[in-house]
């Protein structure tokens, strides 16, 4: 497990911004891929971006695509979250997550182990 410390969010209104950040202090940032995922009150943990340990490749669910971007900078060993257009529907708490495997192929498959702290985002109408 690494250790991942999350910063950002807050609460804006629908149609704003903002951006989430998730550093870590782990020497090998670049092996590991990393992924955000949201929970919402009363509601399963839902998957929202991952991107690869060089950052080439990203995937993002289908609800936040063209809205969100997932990205990362290995020199400061940080993943960002780039939340643009919000909705309601996106207030949640956010999580990072960090996998041993550089690789997004199986998504269903990564994120079992490191966790950050979690960060509340919340959109008002």
């Known amino acids: 497990q690494v250790p991942l410390v999350q910063s950002g969010g807050g609460t804006v209104q629908a149609g704003g911004s903002l951006r989430l950040s998730c550093a870590t202090s782990?020497?090998?940032?670049?092996?590991?891929?990393m992924g955000w995922f949201r929970r919402a009150p009363g509601k399963e943990r839902e998957f929202v971006a991952a991107?690869?340990?060089?950052?080439?490749?990203?995937v993002h669910a289908d609800s936040v695509k063209g809205r969100f971007t997932i990205s990362r900078d290995n020199a400061k060993k940080t993943v960002y979250l780039q939340m643009n257009s919000l909705k309601p529907e996106d207030t949640a708490v956010y999580y990072c997550?960090?996998?041993?495997?550089?690789?997004?192929?199986?998504?269903?498959?990564?994120?079992?182990?490191?966790w950050g702290q979690g960060t509340q985002v919340t959109v008002s109408s």
């Open positions: 997550a960090a996998d041993p495997s550089p690789f997004i192929d199986n998504i269903p498959e990564l994120f079992r182990g490191s």
């Open positions: 782990g020497r090998t940032f670049s092996s590991y891929a």
């Open positions: 991107i690869s340990g060089n950052g080439a490749d990203t």
